[in-house]
């Protein structure tokens, strides 16, 4: 039995580089995601963010580096082999289908059959009931299509689907953006329990509180380099605002910069 406590490495980065064009998007960037806890990647708006997730869940490939996941080493991924591997990403957008309900969004592709061909609703609903509650989260009826939840309970369903559906590392992008503060609390709750139930997550936040409210470790990325790795335990919110800010330049007129 693998210690829960212990520091295993799920995925990690070495060296990756991707340049659009000439936007170097990410620049040998080398990062490691542990089993059990959760880590943030923190920058600005195009420090390449989103390009290190696309990635990882097998969008984009990298022009150089190497990645691997549970040691065995790839030089590009794809959505299929990501998935296989055990890498959900949870969008923004989510990939929900609006049209079917909760129990319908979790089976998606992976509906339980009796007798091999008919659907058992039955346990397919005792099954979402069941996970649901182990997850503490709160929709009241499974019923409902997934179109008219709110925002919180639809990223919920999201991250119950891949949690279902055996994956081990949850990639989630801006994941409260879009909530109010009932709703973000309660998602930062859910995101929080994962780690004690085995997963690796990967969160993508904006919001500084947030990140050092739910995060193990930190990543800060500046214009596609990682400037700094931070441990949550090793600082305060307000030294990590500061670590955040120091690359940034503050000024305004390219002679009055100072590198
Ligand atoms: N497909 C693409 N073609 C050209 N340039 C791209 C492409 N994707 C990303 N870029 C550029 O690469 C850089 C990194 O973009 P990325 O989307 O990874 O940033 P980000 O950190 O996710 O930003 P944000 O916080 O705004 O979402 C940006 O300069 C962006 O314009
Ligand atoms: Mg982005």
Do not use: W
């Not at 039995?1 to 520091?7: G, H, V």
């Not at 040998?28 to 959760?38: G, L, Y």
């Not at 390009?51 to 991924?77: A, C, F, H, Q, V």
């Not at 689907?161 to 590392?169: E, H, V």
């Amino acid at each position: 039995m693998e210690d829960p406590k212990e520091n295993i490495v799920f995925a990690s980065l070495k060296n990756i580089s991707k340049s659009f064009g000439k936007v170097n998007a990410l620049k040998n960037v080398t990062m490691e995601i542990e089993k059990n806890k959760i880590t943030a990647i923190v920058g600005d708006n195009g420090s390449g963010k989103s390009t290190l997730i696309k990635i990882l869940s097998g969008t984009i490939r990298p022009d150089s580096g190497s990645i691997y996941i549970e040691d065995n080493l790839y030089k590009y991924l794809t959505p299929k082999l990501a998935y296989e591997k055990g890498i959900a990403t949870v969008y923004q957008d989510l990939a929900l289908d609006n049209f079917r309900d909760v129990t319908g969004n979790i089976f998606l592709g992976k509906e339980i059959t009796k007798f091999g061909f008919i659907l058992d609703y039955e346990k397919m609903y005792r099954e979402t009931e069941f996970l649901l509650k182990n997850l503490n989260i709160n929709i009241p009826y499974l019923k409902t299509p997934v179109g008219y939840l709110s925002g919180g309970q639809r990223q919920s369903v999201a991250i119950g689907r891949a949690i279902y559906q055996g994956k081990k590392l949850i990639i989630l992008d801006e994941p409260t953006a879009a909530m109010g503060v009932k709703e973000s609390t309660a998602a930062n709750h859910l995101i929080k329990s994962l780690p004690d139930k085995g997963f690796a997550v990967l969160i993508i936040s904006h919001d500084i509180y947030q990140v050092f409210d739910i995060s193990d470790r930190i990543f800060i990325l500046e214009h596609g380099e990682v400037v700094d790795d931070v441990m949550k335990n090793q600082v305060t919110p307000q030294e990590l605002r500061e670590r955040i800010s120091l690359g940034a330049k503050n000024c305004l007129r390219e002679s009055e910069c100072i590198d």
